[in-house]
Antibody
Framework: EVQLVESGGVVVQPGGSLRLSCAASGFTFDDYAMHWVRQAPGKGLEWVSLISWDGGSTYYADSVKGRFTISRDNSKNSLYLQMNSLRAEDTALYYC????????????WGQGTLVTVSS | EIVLTQSPATLSLSPGERATLSCRASQSVSSYLAWYQQKPGQAPRLLIYDASNRATGIPARFSGSGSGTDFTLTISSLEPEDFAVYYCQQRSNWSGTFGPGTKVDIK
């Protein structure tokens, strides 16, 4: 059974930093690209970032480019999101999601970790 | 940037009725469109990918159609568990943008 478990979400002040983690199991982690997708409270879904299976390619939404860094450790079956210079508008539930065969579709999702940016 | 719009914003129907949800793209996305279902307090679930392919384990009452700029998700006969929010998503150049969602609620 595929499982994705996010962690690391907390309340942080504007301008602060945070690292989210996603522990993957139930599939061959290093065969698949992975994504972060976020959802602000009561709002819709926003794609945040993508990393290729080997970590060699990364992509970001314009809203986070230059502030967030996606990475992975295939030896630990883990995905990460380093978030710097956080803003109030980054407040959201952050999901990690597995890519379906490098298609850009998300076939498995975690339950999310909540990041709140507030003073 | 490709923008997706969904209509209607809310669809009020009874169990057993047919639901027809629309997604329109600001420019052609070919068949690169997916649909997700999200229930309160849950993560989204992939229903349809590449416009018309059902994801693993998705019941046959869910179907997708369309290409280019106009797409439709049809639920042939609503079950109680189908009342949820539905999002369409397109992928281009490795980024994926979502529509604002259609809420299907019980009439």
């Amino acid at each position: 059974e595929v499982q994705l478990v996010e962690s690391g979400g907390v309340v942080v002040q504007p301008g602060g930093s945070l690292r989210l983690s996603c522990a993957a199991s139930g599939f061959t982690f290093d065969d698949y690209a992975m994504h972060w997708v976020r959802q602000a409270p009561g709002k819709g879904l926003e794609w945040v970032s993508l990393i290729s299976w080997d970590g060699g390619s990364t992509y970001y939404a314009d809203s986070v480019k230059g502030r967030f860094t996606i990475s992975r450790d295939n030896s630990k079956n883990s995905l990460y999101l380093q978030m710097n210079s956080l803003r109030a508008e980054d407040t959201a539930l952050y999901y990690c999601a597995k890519d379906m065969d490098s298609s850009g579709w998300y076939d498995y999702w975690g339950q999310g970790t909540l990041v709140t940016v507030s003073s | 940037e490709i923008v997706l719009t969904q209509s209607p914003a809310t669809l009020s129907l009874s169990p057993g009725e047919r639901a027809t949800l629309s997604c329109r793209a600001s420019q052609s996305v070919s068949s690169y469109l997916a649909w997700y279902q999200q229930k309160p307090g849950q993560a989204p679930r992939l229903l349809i990918y590449d416009a018309s392919n059902r994801a693993t384990g998705i019941p046959a009452r869910f179907s997708g159609s369309g290409s280019g700029t106009d797409f439709t998700l049809t639920i042939s006969s609503l079950e109680p568990e189908d009342f949820a929010v539905y999002y369409c998503q397109q992928r281009s150049n490795w980024s994926g943008t979502f529509g604002p969602g259609t809420k299907v609620d019980i009439k």
